[in-house]
C-alpha cells in the first residue's frame, strides 16, 4: 500500500518537475546551454522512472520488492533507515504494524521545538524536546529523564556557544557564566 | 616532491600534538556513535559535522579521518552483537558475525573484524598513496563530456548496487538531482525551483537534506516501531582476541577482502557493498568448514569486514581525485569539503598539498588508533548498546537539531532536515532507498556545470556525449549496468521465491 501511494507522490514530484523546469526562461543567445536544459533531462528522466514504478506498483500481484539474491536468506534487519538505504531483503517497513500516535506525536514535538528554539532558548527548548520525545517513545521515568535532558542539553549549550564559539538562541533565562 | 617526502610533509602536520588529539577524538566519537544501533557510517558523520567546525581545515579532516573510520567500526559492532547492519555493506558481517556472537563468540568476531580492518585499512592507504597521485593527473585531462558520462555511470553503478529496485534507486536519484538544482543558477542568476521562498534562492542545504535523511528518519522509524520488542544485544563473554586457529583462519580472508575492496573501492563506479558480498561468497565457496557457514564461520566476518574497510578507502580515490563520491559516507565528506570551500577533484593535490597529505597521513594515524583504542575499550562500547532506546532517540533528535542549527543558524533549515527525515522514513517505509538520493543533491550541481560546459564546448551539439569515443565507451558501459541487473533478474526469476 505504501509503495503504490509514494510511486504516485513520485509521479506527481515528476509533474511539479517538469512544470518548473518548463517555466524556467531558455537564456539569452550567448549560452549554448541555458539553465533549463539540465532540469528538464532530470524531468524527463524522472517522468520515465516514475512511470514505470506506479506501473510496477499497480500491477496485480505486486510484492513490495523481492528479495536480492545476494542476501536472500539473510535475516531483513529490523529497522534500518541510516546507511545506504532499504536493501537487505523485502520492504523494511512493511512487516509490522506502524504506530502511527508514536509518529504523529514525534513530529508534533519536532515542529514544537523548532518553533520554540529562538524565544525559549537553546537548554531550555531542548531539555523540554527531550523529555517529551523520551515520553513519546514509551519512557515512563520522568526524573531521569529530565535529568539526562539537562544534563545534554547544557552539557552542548557549554561546548558549543562558551568553548567552541558558535552562537546558541539565549533565551529567557541567561546563564551568568 | 615525490610521494615520499608528500607523504613525510603530511605526517609532520598529522602528527602535531593537536592533530594526534584531533585524531584520538575523532576515532573515539565515532566509535562512540558509529556503535549506536541503526547509526551507519554516514548517520555518524552527518551527526558530528558541526563538531569540526571550529577547527582549521586540516584539523577538522584529522578528526574526520578518525570519525571515518571509527564510525565504519562502530557500525560492525551492532552487526555483529546486535544483528543491525549500519548499512548495507555490513549485512555480510550479520550473516556469520551474530551467530558466532550467539555461540559465544563475539570476543573472536569483534576481534577478527579490528584486526581485518585495520590490516585491510593500511594495505589500502599505502596503495592510495601512491595511486591517488598518479590518478589526479589522469584525471586532469579528462574533459568535460567524458567528466559528464563518469558521473552518469557512477549514479547507475551505485543505484544498480544497491537496493533491490533499479527503477526506485533511479526515482531516489533523480528526486536528489532536483533536490541539487534548487536556488539561484550560479551561471545566470536565475532562480530555479525556488517557488517564490526566499529561503530557498541559496539552494537546499545538504546538510539539511542528509541529517533529516539518516538521522531524523531514523528516530521516526523508531517511533514508529515503538510496540515492537527489542533485541537484547548478546553479551561479549570471555575476551576479546582470537586464537591461533583463528588466525589462520582469518588471515588469507583478510587478504583476499582487501583484494576485492581496494580495486571495486577505487573505481568511480564502485562502493562498498558489492565487494563485501563478493567477499562474502568467495569465503564460503573457498572454506574448508562449509557446514559452520551461516552458523559463525569466522572466514565469514574476516573476510567481507576487510573488503569493507579497503573499500572505504578505496573510495577516496574517486572522491579526492574526480570529486564523485560513490558511497553515501563519501556524499558526507564531499559534503564536508564543500563546507571548508574545499572542491575535491583534478586541482585538489595542486592547490591543498598540505590538507591532502595530512588528510592521507591522518589514515595511517587513525587505522593504528582504531585497533590501539578499540580492543581494549571494546568492553565500554558495548555498555552504549543498553542505553534506552528512548533516550537514544531524543539524543539523536537533540544533535540532528544542534548540527544543522549551529551551521546555518537558521531555524528554516531546521524544518528542511525534519521535512526530509519525514520523507526518508517514508522512502524507507515504500523500499526507495535513500543514498542515490543524497548521492544526486551533492554530485548533481558538479554534474549540471559538466553537462554545459560539454555542451559550451561542442557549440550546443547535443550529441557530443556519444560521438566522442572515450565518453561513448563509459555510457555503453553505464547502459550495461543498468540493463545487466534487468536481464539477469528475469533469467534467474523462476528460482526465485515470489516476493
Not at chain 1, 506501473?55 to 545506504?84: C, I
Not at chain 2, 587505522?367 to 539524543?395: D, E, Q
Amino acid at each position: 500500500m505504501t509503495q503504490r501511494i509514494v510511486s504516485l507522490g513520485f509521479l506527481a514530484a515528476a509533474v511539479v518537475v517538469l512544470a518548473q523546469a518548463f517555466s524556467i526562461p531558455q537564456g539569452n543567445g550567448y549560452q549554448a546551454v541555458g539553465p533549463r536544459a539540465f532540469p528538464l533531462l532530470v524531468g524527463v528522466g524522472l517522468a520515465v522512472v516514475s512511470v514505470i514504478g506506479v506501473v510496477q506498483a499497480f500491477r496485480p500481484g505486486a510484492a513490495p520488492g523481492a528479495a536480492p539474491a545476494v542476501v536472500s536468506g539473510a535475516d531483513a534487519p529490523g529497522e534500518d533507515t541510516s546507511g545506504e538505504g532499504a536493501s537487505g531483503g523485502g520492504a523494511p517497513g512493511e512487516d509490522g504494524e506502524t504506530h502511527w500516535p508514536s509518529v504523529l506525536m514525534l513530529l508534533g514535538a519536532l515542529a514544537a521545538y523548532a518553533l520554540l528554539l529562538v524565544p525559549a532558548g537553546y537548554w531550555q527548548a531542548t531539555t523540554v524536546f527531550f523529555v517529551a520525545v523520551a515520553r513519546v517513545l514509551g519512557s515512563r521515568r520522568l526524573v531521569r529523564d529530565v535529568l539526562a535532558g539537562l544534563v545534554l542539553a547544557l552539557a552542548t549549550y557549554f561546548l558549543f556557544d562558551r568553548l567552541l564559539g558558535i552562537t546558541l538562541p539565549p533565551g529567557l533565562i541567561r546563564l551568568a557564566f | 616532491m615525490d610521494v615520499l617526502g608528500n607523504l613525510l610533509d603530511g605526517f609532520g602536520h598529522a602528527l602535531s600534538l593537536q592533530n594526534l588529539l584531533l585524531a584520538m577524538l575523532g576515532v573515539t566519537v565515532g566509535t562512540l556513535v558509529g556503535v549506536l544501533p541503526g547509526l551507519g557510517p554516514a548517520t555518524t558523520i552527518a551527526l558530528l559535522l558541526p563538531l569540526t567546525f571550529v577547527f582549521d581545515p586540516v584539523g577538522a579532516f584529522v578528526m574526520f579521518a578518525g570519525i571515518y573510520y571509527g564510525g565504519m567500526y562502530g557500525g560492525s559492532t551492532t552487526a555483529i552483537l546486535l544483528n543491525i547492519p549500519g548499512e548495507t555493506a555490513s549485512i555480510p558481517t550479520t550473516l556469520e558475525g551474530y551467530p558466532m556472537a550467539r555461540r559465544g563468540r563475539a570476543g573472536a568476531a569483534l576481534a577478527t573484524a579490528a584486526i581485518g580492518s585495520f590490516v585491510a585499512g593500511t594495505i589500502s592507504t599505502v596503495v592510495i598513496t601512491f595511486l591517488a597521485p598518479g590518478m589526479s593527473n589522469i584525471a586532469k585531462l579528462i574533459q568535460p563530456a567524458e567528466y559528464f558520462s563518469i558521473m552518469v555511470l557512477a549514479f547507475v553503478t551505485v543505484t544498480s548496487l544497491m537496493g533491490d529496485s533499479i527503477v526506485r534507486g533511479l526515482s531516489s536519484l533523480f528526486i536528489g538531482l532536483t533536490i541539487g538544482m534548487v536556488g539561484i543558477d550560479r551561471m545566470t542568476g536565475q532562480p530555479r525551483f525556488a517557488f517564490g521562498v526566499p529561503e530557498l534562492y541559496e539552494g537546499l542545504s545538504v546538510v539539511a537534506v542528509a541529517v533529516g535523511l539518516f538521522a531524523v528518519a531514523e528516530a521516526v522509524s523508531t517511533a514508529a516501531a515503538r510496540h515492537r520488542p527489542a533485541q537484547p544485544p548478546v553479551t561479549v563473554a570471555g575476551r576479546v582476541g582470537m586464537t591461533r586457529e583463528d588466525w589462520r583462519r582469518s588471515w588469507r580472508p583478510w587478504l583476499r577482502g582487501t583484494l576485492f575492496g581496494l580495486p571495486i573501492g577505487s573505481l568511480p563506479a564502485g562502493g562498498a557493498e558489492l565487494p563485501t558480498f563478493l567477499s562474502y561468497n568467495v569465503e564460503k565457496r573457498l572454506s574448508k568448514h562449509k557446514e559452520e557457514f551461516g552458523q559463525g564461520a569466522i572466514e565469514g566476518v574476516a573476510g567481507p569486514e576487510a573488503a569493507n574497510n579497503a573499500a572505504f578507502s578505496g573510495v577516496l580515490v574517486p572522491l579526492l581525485t574526480l570529486g564523485i563520491p560513490t558511497s553515501a559516507t563519501a556524499s558526507m565528506l564531499l559534503i564536508a569539503f564543500q563546507i571548508y570551500n574545499v572542491q575535491p577533484g583534478p586541482q585538489l593535490f595542486d592547490q591543498q598539498p598540505v590538507l591532502v597529505w595530512t588528510l592521507i597521513a591522518s589514515l595511517y594515524i587513525g587505522n593504528v588508533m582504531l585497533l590501539v583504542l578499540n580492543l581494549p575499550l571494546i568492553r565500554v562500547w558495548v555498555k552504549l548498546l543498553s542505553v534506552p532506546p528512548a533516550l537514544l532517540t531524543a539524543a539523536i533528535l537533540t544533535f540532528a537539531t544542534l548540527g544543522v542549527y549551529s551551521i546555518s543558524q537558521s531555524v528554516f533549515e531546521v524544518l528542511i532536515a525534519y521535512g526530509f527525515g519525514l520523507l526518508g522514513w517514508v522512502l524507507h517505509r515504500a523500499g526507495y532507498p535513500v543514498a542515490p538520493l543524497i548521492l544526486g543533491a551533492v554530485l548533481g550541481p558538479l554534474m549540471e556545470v559538466q553537462f554545459r560546459r560539454a555542451l559550451a564546448f561542442s557549440e550546443g551539439d547535443p550529441t557530443v556525449f556519444v560521438t566522442r569515443p572515450v565518453s561513448l565507451v563509459i555510457l555503453l558501459i553505464a547502459v550495461a549496468c543498468l540493463v545487466g541487473p534487468v536481464v539477469v533478474r528475469r533469467r534467474t526469476k523462476p528460482a526465485l521465491p515470489a516476493g
